[in-house]
Structure formats: C-alpha cells, structure tokens
C-alpha cells in the first residue's frame, strides 16, 4: 500500500516503512478497542427509569482492573515499538557500512550543490564534479554523504530514500545510503529555512554504474 504512494528506493527503506506501518497498526487496533469499550459502557450503564447511579471510588479490584491490564498491554506494545524504532535507527544513523563512493552535499538558501568524486573517484582531488540541484549516483552501490550548510539549518530530505538529515552550520554530518532501482527523484529541504524554503528543492538521478561512469567520462571532459 505504502509503496503506491511514494516507492522505497533504498535498502533502507523498506525498514522505515515497517516502522511506520507498524505504529499506525497498533494505534489504530487501540483506537477501535478505546471506541468499542467507551461506547459500550455508555450505552450498558446509560440511564434508566427507577435505577439510581451508582457511587464508586476507583478503588474497587474489579474496577482498577480496567485501567491495570489495559496500561500493561499498552506498555508491551510501546517496547515493541521502541525496539523495532532502535534497531533502524541504529542501521540508517550508526551502523554505517563500508563506503564504495562519496558525495559532499552543501546546503545554502535556497539551493543545493553537489561535489562527486572524478574520474579517481576520490572526493576532494582536482577533478572532482560539482553540479547544483543535482545529486548523481549509481544504483547498487553504498555512498558516503558528508552534509554541511553555509548559513542556516537546512535538512536533506530524499522521500524515496526515507532519508532525512539536518544539515547545521559548522558541522559535517555525515550519513550512507544505497539505492536498488534507477530514475529520477526529488530532494527536498525539510526545514524552515528562509523565505525561499518553498523552492529550495532538487533532484537525485540515479543510473546503473555504467550509465554512471559514462556520466563522469563525459562530466569530466565538459
């Protein structure tokens, strides 16, 4: 269902995706339960002629029952939630795997720009690639992004990817991702940035490593 919306692209994705599909299903099942009880008290203890309310303090066992067990339940579907949550995170955010490429991106209002290794394929050396609104990778290949921003906070936002990453001023943040299918996708900032935050976006082209490496022959003699 979620993949009709916006396809997953990365490894990763998938992952998120379960995360999210999993919160909405827990929390969606407890809303039917709270509605179904709710209401059914409401019309088992509703009003009837010659019947006087009854007084009750909280306190009676068969009473403190109905909000024990429930909280209990709710408490085991929140660690599930949290554990399934933690081991993403610990996945997309620090368990980064050997990097076969790197690409610097550089946030500034309202703009991205893009700095892919040449032709060495080292990033930082002299023929280096640098493009502005868009970001050129390969499929089936682990990068290395390292995330700055000249001026205020911006946040690197690929949907396709499931990738979100504050980029702060001063820092270099740096985060992996690695894409499964070729096109063309958007990158997006995800944070107020300015009164051009609205425009600030890009795009992300993806092609196989071959259509790739013909992209840097040709980028390199331009």
């Not at 991106?105 to 700095?115: D, E």
């Not at 702060?168 to 958007?186: K, L, N, Y």
């Amino acid at each position: 269902m979620i993949d009709k919306f916006i396809e997953p692209v990365s490894t990763y994705a998938s992952d998120i995706d379960f995360v999210i599909l999993l919160i909405a299903v827990i929390v969606f099942f407890w809303l039917i339960v709270t509605e179904v009880a709710f209401f059914g008290l409401i019309f088992k203890y509703r009003a009837k002629e010659g019947q006087k309310a009854g007084y009750v303090t909280g306190k009676e066992p068969e009473l403190k029952r109905w909000i024990t067990i429930p909280h209990a339940i709710i408490i085991l579907c929140d660690i599930v939630i949290i554990v399934a949550a933690v081991r993403v995170w610990y996945i997309v955010k620090q368990d980064l795997p050997p990097a076969e490429a790197e690409v610097r991106v550089i946030a500034q209002q309202w703009s991205w720009s893009f700095v892919h290794p040449g032709a060495d394929g080292k990033l930082d050396t002299d023929d280096d690639i640098r493009t502005v609104d868009e970001l050129h990778i390969a499929s089936d290949k682990t990068y290395h992004f390292h995330l700055e921003s000249k001026d205020v906070v911006h946040s690197f936002s690929v949907p396709v990817f499931r990738l979100k990453q504050d980029a702060v001023p001063g820092r270099t943040i740096t985060g992996w991702f690695e894409a499964e299918s070729t096109g063309e996708f958007d990158i997006q900032c995800a944070e107020m940035c300015g009164i051009g935050h609205g425009i600030m976006g890009a795009r992300i082209i993806i092609k196989t490593p071959e259509e790739h490496a013909a992209w840097i022959a040709e980028s390199s003699n331009s």
